[in-house]
Nanobody, 126 residues
Framework: QVQLVESGGGLVQAGGSLRLSCAAS????????MGWFRQASGKEREFVAA????????YYADSVKGRFTISRDNAKNTVYLQMISLKPEDTAVYYC???????????????????WGKGTLVTVSS
């Protein structure tokens, strides 16, 4: 069982930066691929970024490439999402996810992912 708790969301002006954190419980954190999804009001959930269990592979949605960076610290059971050059269209609730199969994040749009956090709201003002 893995529990995920996101933090770091808030209100920021366009062009600003935020770093989201996701703290995971459970001794098997390092076995899991981790990722971030987001859902804006009235829109479908979308993939943002994912990182393999070792941190050796990362994946990004085209809309965030070059602006967002996902990383993890297995010693701290934490995954991060550094966001720079934020745009109003980045406004959404951001969810941390965990699964043994990274393809559920990168290919299957989150279907069947084992664990989800409750989300943290990011609001980017213009």
């Amino acid at each position: 069982q893995v529990q995920l708790v996101e933090s770091g969301g808030g209100l920021v002006q366009a062009g600003g930066s935020l770093r989201l954190s996701c703290a995971a419980s459970g001794r098997t954190f390092s076995s899991y691929a981790m990722g971030w999804f987001r859902q804006a009001s009235g829109k479908e959930r979308e993939f943002v970024a994912a990182i393999s269990w070792s941190g050796g592979r990362t994946y990004y949605a085209d809309s965030v490439k070059g602006r967002f960076t996902i990383s993890r610290d297995n010693a701290k059971n934490t995954v991060y999402l550094q966001m720079i050059s934020l745009k109003p269209e980045d406004t959404a609730v951001y969810y941390c996810v965990a699964d043994l199969n990274i393809a559920k994040m990168t290919t299957f749009r989150g279907r069947g992912i084992d664990y989800w956090g409750k989300g943290t709201l990011v609001t980017v003002s213009s």
